[in-house]
């Protein structure tokens, strides 16, 4: 079977993608620099999957480096790059730090595939590409707007990287999957997301207040022009999100895709406000959540769900988890990691 490169492999959505890979029977070798995932990943790939894939702790700005791990690893068929920083926060004070990490190991990824003739290319990309959408759900066709912030900037111009030497290079084919916002975690709870710090997102921040780990959620804004005033989302479930990259992967090297570069939207089609997702968590999970409103999150958008049709039509993908099925995998992660902790 294939070996697939995987940069980001230890992070979240990567760590969930490689034990989809292995499921299926690929071949997994993971570069990652470890700047915002644990090592201890690996033992949970290990446990769930019986494989514990390649590892090589490389940080993707570092050419050389690159360059030494390729020629170790010559049976590399195609890459799915996860590797990037990701805090629309940090990204706003610390420009040069995205714009050098995001694009530079996106050059060097790209330069180093053309040199070994690696042809195929799946790239983790973001809705933050429509910025707020004219109409709604969004699809593939809708404008491309003025990224908010430096991280949804280095998603923009990383796809058009990939066009542009999609272009020049007719033997190098790409798919470009745009997430919704991913949530929830592995069922066994054996991997799942491990923010650093005080988390940005929803779905953390909601398991850490119900830990007691966060005082209270503050929910950012109840006057937006929504059904209740909070904004609305498209939560996609890790695990569904994971299947998408193997079958973008399979697409690739079967040469099934109807052009060099395609773009997919990957989310359930449905939008659940911040509300709905606090109240569903709170079912489920029969828990009570300490939460108050506050004033509207700077930069945030009111409303982003995605049409589905052309992932569902072309790649025969579609989501399976139900959100009440993934809030509770996020909640059983949660406690399953403080445990360990203790
Ligand atoms: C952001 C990025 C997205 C990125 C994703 C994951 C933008 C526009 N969006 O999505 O590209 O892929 O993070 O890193 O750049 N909320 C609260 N209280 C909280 C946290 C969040 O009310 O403590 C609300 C937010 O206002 C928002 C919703 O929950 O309405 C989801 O927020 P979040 O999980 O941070 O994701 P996005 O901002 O949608």
Same mark, same amino acid.
Do not use: Q
């Given at each position: 079977m294939d070996t697939i490169l995987v940069t980001g492999g230890t992070g979240y959505i990567g760590s969930h993608t490689v034990v989809e890979l292995i499921n299926e029977g690929y071949r997994v070798v993971i570069a990652d620099n470890l700047s915002n995932s644990d090592i201890g990943v690996l033992d949970g790939? +290990?446990?769930?999957?019986? /494989? %514990?894939?390649?590892? +090589?702790? !490389? &940080? *993707?700005?570092?050419?050389?480096a690159l360059r030494e791990f390729s020629l170790r690893h010559s049976e590399i068929k195609a890459v799915i790059h996860f590797a990037a920083s990701k805090a629309v926060g940090e990204s706003v004070e610390e420009p040069l730090l995205y714009y050098r990490n995001n694009l530079v190991s996106l050059m060097n990824l790209l330069e180093e595939m053309q040199q070994r003739s690696v042809s195929n290319l799946v790239f983790s990309s973001s809705c933050t590409v429509y910025g707020q959408p004219d109409k709604l759900p969004v699809t593939e066709s809708a404008p491309v707007k003025k990224a908010e912030s430096p991280y949804g900037n280095t998603k923009k111009i990383s796809e058009d990287i990939i066009s542009d030497c999609i272009k020049s290079n007719s033997s190098l084919k790409s798919i470009s999957l745009r997430y919704f916002n991913p949530i929830g975690a592995h069922p066994s709870a054996l991997i799942g997301e491990l923010p650093r710090g005080v988390p940005d997102n929803l779905v953390p921040f909601i398991t850490q207040t119900a830990s007691g *780990? %966060?005082? +209270? *959620?503050? /929910?950012?804004? $109840? &006057? #937006? $022009?929504?059904? &209740?005033?909070?904004? !609305? %989302? &498209? #939560?996609? $479930?890790?695990?569904? *999100?994971a299947r998408a990259h193997v079958v973008a992967i399979k697409r690739l090297l079967e040469n099934k895709s109807r052009e060099n570069y395609e773009v997919f939207n990957l989310g359930t089609g449905r939008g659940v406000s911040v509300l709905e997702m606090i109240r569903t968590f709170e079912k489920v999970n029969s828990l009570k959540l300490n939460y108050s409103i506050t004033s509207r999150r700077p930069g945030d958008i009111e409303q982003v769900w995605a049409d589905t049709t052309l992932a569902n039509r072309e790649l025969g993908w579609k989501a399976e988890s139900n959100l009440e099925e993934t809030l509770v995998s996020a909640w059983k992660w949660e406690q399953n990691y403080r445990n360990k902790q203790k």
């Open positions: 790939i +290990e446990a769930i999957t019986g /494989v %514990r894939p390649g590892f +090589e702790k !490389i &940080d *993707l700005c570092d050419g050389t *780990l %966060r005082k +209270e *959620l503050k /929910v950012f804004g $109840n &006057d #937006y $022009n929504t059904p &209740d005033g909070s904004c !609305i %989302r &498209d #939560y996609i $479930n890790v695990t569904d *999100l």
